[in-house]
């Protein structure tokens, strides 16, 4: 995360019903900035931060109400525009940028046809103006592939059997795991060395055997993935920069 800023919440409040789910709009700065809320059964107090994309996300108590999450949010506009104010640029994917792919730099140039990686260059033809969708179709269809295939490769290692995979636009988390052993990454993993997948992918395939963070959990991971402390530092030293890819 960028920043945050956290409320604490009384103890004595009777459960709200579930409110939409739909993103809410945030006056700020002169904007309308989308507002994440996500609902959290051991959160406490309302936590805000504020992502590399410059989206802004309120975790709250699972017994607060929505109106509470937008006036806290409220509360904060002036300290969301000093936050927003100090983001990189986002990345450029168009002609003449360079961007990581499968960790290595890439330069991205104009071609014909569909979108293909040539050695170390994306070539993207169409229009201009649909270049960054293409580019994203292109990582994002990659990123399911490669990380789906790692998935059931790893899956088989501990005998445990993926019920679903799919590949979202998620700026909380690399990866998550459900009850019912869907797994579900962000694409942006693509970006990252081949390491730094293997260590999310593994993260969640022994969560299909463990569904918490104990010392046998953490041993699959280290069967899975021997290099997952390199892979942690990676993600702690440069995970942030992928957001900014969109």
Same mark, same amino acid.
């Given at each position: 995360?960028?920043?945050?800023?956290?409320?604490?919440?009384?103890?004595?409040?009777?459960?709200?019903?579930?409110?939409?789910?739909?993103?809410?709009? /945030?006056?700020?700065?002169?904007?309308?900035?989308?507002?994440?809320?996500?609902?959290?059964?051991?959160?406490?107090?309302?936590?805000?931060?504020? %992502?590399?994309? !410059?989206?802004?996300?309120?975790?709250?108590?699972?017994?607060?109400?929505?109106?509470?999450?937008?006036?806290?949010?409220?509360?904060?506009?002036?300290?969301?525009?000093?936050?927003?104010?100090?983001?990189?640029?986002?990345?450029?994917?168009?002609? !003449?940028?360079?961007?990581?792919?499968?960790?290595?730099?890439?330069?991205?140039?104009?071609?014909?046809?569909?979108?293909?990686?040539? !050695?170390? #260059?994306?070539?993207?033809?169409?229009?201009?103006?649909?270049?960054?969708?293409?580019?994203?179709?292109?990582?994002?269809?990659?990123?399911?592939?490669?990380?789906?295939?790692?998935?059931?490769? /790893?899956?088989? #290692?501990?005998?445990?059997?993926?019920?679903?995979?799919?590949?979202?636009?998620?700026?909380?988390?690399?990866?998550?795991?459900?009850?019912?052993?869907?797994?579900?990454?962000?694409?942006?993993?693509?970006?990252?060395?081949?390491?730094?997948?293997?260590?999310?992918?593994?993260?969640?395939?022994?969560?299909?055997?463990?569904? %918490?963070?104990?010392?046998?959990?953490?041993?699959?991971?280290?069967?899975?993935?021997?290099?997952?402390?390199?892979?942690?530092?990676?993600?702690?030293?440069?995970?942030?920069?992928?957001?900014?890819?969109?």
């Amino acid at each position: 995360m960028f920043g945050s800023w956290f409320r604490k919440q009384p103890k004595s409040r009777k459960p709200k019903k579930r409110e939409t789910k739909s993103a809410p709009l /945030l006056a700020v700065g002169g904007e309308m900035v989308a507002l994440s809320v996500r609902r959290s059964a051991r959160a406490r107090r309302f936590v805000m931060r504020i %992502n590399p994309s !410059g989206e802004v996300c309120v975790t709250m108590p699972a017994h607060a109400a929505l109106a509470e999450a937008l006036a806290f949010a409220r509360e904060q506009a002036g300290w969301i525009t000093s936050q927003r104010a100090r983001l990189p640029p986002p990345a450029r994917l168009a002609v !003449g940028a360079m961007i990581p792919f499968l960790g290595l730099d890439h330069d991205i140039a104009l071609g014909t046809g569909p979108v293909r990686r040539e !050695g170390q #260059v994306i070539y993207v033809g169409g229009r201009p103006e649909h270049h960054a969708r293409r580019i994203t179709d292109f990582l994002r269809k990659t990123a399911r592939d490669q990380l789906s295939t790692r998935a059931q490769e /790893l899956a088989a #290692v501990l005998d445990v059997r993926v019920a679903r995979i799919t590949v979202r636009d998620t700026q909380s988390r690399w990866g998550s795991c459900s009850h019912a052993g869907a797994l579900s990454f962000s694409w942006r993993l693509i970006l990252a060395p081949d390491f730094v997948r293997d260590y999310v992918v593994a993260h969640e395939v022994a969560h299909l055997k463990e569904m %918490n963070h104990s010392p046998r959990f953490w041993a699959h991971v280290e069967t899975l993935c021997p290099d997952r402390a390199r892979a942690q530092s990676w993600l702690k030293k440069h995970g942030r920069d992928l957001l900014r890819y969109s």
